[in-house]
């Protein structure tokens, strides 16, 4: 069973920093495009960034400059590091990762629980 366990969410004032981990878990055999999306209370889930396996990155406009995404192959582990941050970036962030396990041996989509970020004016 392959999960996705994010951590390192919490409350920060505006202008302060956090950084979100993301493990995968599981009897995994290959790890391609990794990703943290977000989701505010009434608003359409959206990218945030992603990386793919060989490290290429992308991110929303929104957060260039101030977010940055990264991996650790050997761990499995997705990181966000984000900076100045603003209360507008207060949402559920949540891991996604396209995932090829041990028995299924093609690439499937899976998502973590979500952690929660609170950014205060």
């Known amino acids: 069973q392959v999960r996705l366990v994010e951590s390192g969410g919490g409350l920060v004032q505006a202008g302060g920093s956090l950084r979100l981990s993301c493990a995968a878990s599981?009897?995994?055999?290959?790890?391609?495009?990794m990703g943290w999306y977000r989701q505010a209370p009434g608003k359409q889930r959206e990218l945030v960034a992603a990386?793919?396996?060989?490290?290429?990155?992308n991110c929303a406009d929104s957060v260039k400059g101030r977010f940055t995404i990264s991996r650790d192959n050997a761990k499995n582990t997705v990181y966000l590091q984000m900076n100045s941050l603003k209360p507008e970036d207060t949402a559920v962030y949540l891991c996604?990762?396209?995932?090829?396990?041990?028995?299924?041996?093609?690439?499937?989509?899976?998502w973590g629980q979500g952690t929660q970020v609170t950014v205060s004016s």
């Open positions: 996604n990762a396209d995932i090829m396990s041990s028995s299924s041996r093609r690439y499937l989509n899976y």
């Open positions: 599981g009897s995994i055999f290959s790890i391609n495009r």
């Open positions: 990386i793919t396996s060989g490290g290429t990155t």
